[in-house]
């Protein structure tokens, strides 16, 4: 695969994360709601990667 390549599947990557995401802010009615998900995901995907690289 070449640099190019894996620009382009990076990207699209990103762009389906942030369409999920933008989909899953648009159900919370508060912004407690919505900082409380915002966090709760951020913390999974840190501790995910913590655990990936052991």
């Not at 369409?19 to 900082?35: G, Y």
Request: proline residues 0%; positive net charge; aromatic residues 12%.
């Amino acid at each position: 695969m070449n640099k190019s390549e894996k620009r382009t599947k990076l990207l699209e990557k990103i762009e389906s994360r942030l369409r999920l995401t933008a989909r899953n802010l648009v159900k919370f009615d508060t912004i407690q709601e919505t900082l409380d998900f915002t966090v709760e995901s951020f913390l999974i995907r840190i501790f995910v990667g913590l655990w990936r690289s052991y």
